[in-house]
């Protein structure tokens, strides 16, 4: 295994990026090399002004820039107490000899403006990068560099073409997805047109009052450091119990009942997969062109793994440029959403150990960078595969040159039963050979009682929902859970890509959600998740348009795919659960054919699951073969 390729014995701090020192040593050691300008008012288009951090070189050397534009509050002082986090980082990347600069987004902390959520005008990143390319410190070449929020912006304003923008590092950067193939998340609000409440507990914790302090017009640098000092303009949101504000109906007073702020909630509560809203903000949609090297991080047990795999392989088609399509790079690690840089030598997510998933982001990144903005000739292209992908099961780094690996071949497993595939005790079998008549499988759903999350790749719903691997069987014993499973395996196999299913459903409402979740049952019946998803029926044929059932007819219904790579190893099976829930991951569908966001009363869904020779309900595995 080449020298990138190892996995590093440094522990890291804050996404892989920063070595660990103590906090006098940071400040100490930076302000020796480093010049350090604070709370520039960095002025866009329109007037506003930007707060914004410069860490560059001591030294008359022109030097490229790693920028990181964020909603999250990366003041020097909080609490009266100095921090250090933002330090580190840019003390990692000038002792290499870049300059690291980070903005807050426009309306968020010193920053002027009104904030929305990836609403602000794609014109603030361009004027950023005018505005550093013009300095007279700068070599005029731009990387970008974040995670989550601090990744998200990033796809929309590369699609802008900005001539100094030279690479980019997002990492967990599915809210920044609004449409990318099959995927209509409108960054991770949707679902399969199901809402994903990820969002509804961000809010709370995150959106700032319009009533907040404001910084006077005219005040200088030196009163912003000094004012920073007592003042972070950081809300102290009370605690809330998520768990159960969640299963506030109707869903629109969500914020209302916990007093919260609720402006950017209500209007996007109210947004329909296909509203023109979506297309109007920062969210990137695959119309638009990226055509910027790119180094792309995700991970398994992530809320967006499926459309973040969707974004790399349409950037890897679709750039104009020849060379850029074939300098798009992706890591994907076994770990929950940010968490890479977390991975130990035994990683535990959620119950289940994934063993040594440590790799050597801070090595790769900063090669990447050498590469393409400072134009040093460096072996990364020689050394760091296509893609980098862990697999669990047997716990070890993998590498492929496309996504999914070219050696995976569908695999297709249909669903069988006598009718009673009802729980872990029922008698559901996933098989290789195609139905031929036989029972359907029914189940109720009732929205006021909906199948718990129970771990799964999940992000941002405080104590609702704990992300990662989880034994299932507790949660398999519900009868509104149809339970598939496969036969115990001769020999292991390896599952690794996109994960595809179709169900045929008759029920006796006009409008109700599948889901589904694929599990790999060990020997002892411990039975561990993989990935899920989710339906909501009315938008089968398509987001722009509602389609409701009628009674007596049967419906097939593609599920958004899902996404993995694990091994199944001898003596294992494999299992799917089928059911119409999964709460709080996504909101309840109350079965009523109405708005959903507005109702507070739900009807009971009888919901058959049919697979027979004219209804073939399966799911489609990529395997590799030994």
Known sequence: MNKFFRISICLFLFL??????????????????????????????????????????????KVPIIFSRTPYNFNSWGDGEQRTRTAARALEAVKRGYAYVVQNERGRYFSEGEWDILGVPLTDGYDAFSWMTDQNWSNGKIGLLG????????????????????????????????????????????????????????????????????????????????????????????????????????????????????????????????????????????????????????????????????????????????????????????????????????????????????LNYEEQIYAWF????KGETNSFKKDIPKVQYYTMGINKWNSSDTWPPEKAQMTTYYLHSGGKANSLYGDGQLSLEKPADQASDTFMYDPMNPVPSYG???????????????????????????????????????????????????????????????????????????????QRVRYREGYDKEVFMESGNVYRVDLTPMSTSNYFEKGHRIRIEVSSSNFPRFARNLNTGGNNFDEKEG???????????????????????D
């Not at 969500?254 to 297309?279: C, H, L, Q, Y």
């Not at 050498?370 to 903005?373: E, V």
């Not at 009807?603 to 073969?625: D, F, G």
Request: proline residues 4%; glycine residues 8%.
């Open 147 to 358: 995670c989550s929020s601090t990744a998200e912006w990033q796809m929309a304003v590369a699609a802008l073409d900005h001539p100094s923008l030279g690479a980019m590092v997002p990492q967990a950067f599915g809210a920044g997805v609004g449409r990318v193939g099959d995927f209509y998340e409108q960054g991770n609000w949707y679902r399969g047109g199901a809402e994903q409440m990820l969002f509804f507990a961000w809010l709370y914790g995150v959106e700032h009052d319009k009533f907040k302090p404001r910084i006077p017009a005219g005040a200088t640098q030196e009163d912003l450091i000094r004012i920073s000092r007592f003042y972070d303009l950081a809300p102290e949101n009370p605690a809330v119990d998520m768990s159960e504000a969640l299963r506030h109906l109707p869903i629109q007073d969500f914020t209302k009942n916990i007093s919260g702020k609720k402006e950017i909630f209500d209007k996007m509560v109210r947004r329909k997969p296909n509203d023109k809203a979506w297309f109007e903000g920062g969210l990137y949609h695959d119309d638009m062109e990226i055509n910027i090297p790119g180094f792309w991080f995700a991970s398994w047990y992530d809320v967006s793994i499926s459309p973040n795999l969707a974004l790399y392989n349409h950037v890897r088609k679709t750039a104009k440029d020849a060379s850029v399509r074939d300098n798009q790079y992706l890591v994907i690690a076994p770990t929950l959403h940010c968490a890479y840089t977390r991975a130990t030598e035994n990683t535990i997510v959620g119950e289940r150990s994934v063993g040594d998933a440590r």
């Open 456 to 534: 799964g790749n999940v992000c941002c719903t405080g104590n609702a929902v704990r992300g990662g691997a989880f034994d299932q069987q507790g949660m398999e014993t519900r009868n509104d859970i149809l339970v598939y499973t496969s036969d115990i395996l001769d020999k292991g196999i390896e599952v690794s890509g996109f994960i595809e299913s179709t169900l045929y459903l008759s029920s006796d409402v006009k409008d109700t959600d599948l889901t589904i979740k694929l599990i790999d049952v060990y020997p002892d019946g411990r039975a561990y998740n993989l990935d899920e998803t989710i």
């Open 16 to 61: 892989g990026l920063t070595t660990v020192y103590s906090q006098d040593s940071v400040l100490e050691e930076l302000s020796e090399i480093a010049i350090i300008d604070q709370k520039i008012m960095m002025p866009m288009r329109d007037g506003i002004r930007l707060a914004t951090d410069i860490y560059r070189p001591k030294g008359n050397q």
């Open 370 to 373: 050498d590469l393409w903005l």
């Open 603 to 625: 009807v009971v869904a009888t919901n058959t699951i049919h697979h027979s020779r004219e209804y073939p309900s399966q799911i489609s595995l990529p395997v590799i073969s």
